[in-house]
């Protein structure tokens, strides 16, 4: 059986504290890898607490303006 991976990405602005996200398509066997990254430079943390085969939540701290892109793959 072949079996292709699922690639979704999205950006979030503004992560101050916590954000939970949903992902369009939930994973239905396993989520491989998320990452995120800042796009601007106002940023002092950002984590990843809560990895899901529906979603994540991201954690941001100082936080003045400025966007947060993630791309998670799986199957």
């Known amino acids: 059986m072949l ?8 950006i979030l602005s503004n992560v101050q ?7 369009p398509i939930s994973f239905v066997n396993n989520i491989f890898s998320i990452t995120a990254s800042h796009a601007t430079s106002q940023y002092e943390d950002l984590v990843i ?3 899901s085969k529906t979603g994540a939540v991201f954690y941001g701290r100082g ?4 966007q947060t892109r993630y791309i998670a793959i799986g199957v």
């Open 49 to 51: 607490t809560t990895i």
């Open 63 to 66: 936080v003045q303006q400025g």
């Open 3 to 10: 079996i292709f991976p699922i690639v979704q990405w999205g």
């Open 17 to 23: 504290q916590s954000i939970t996200i949903n992902f």
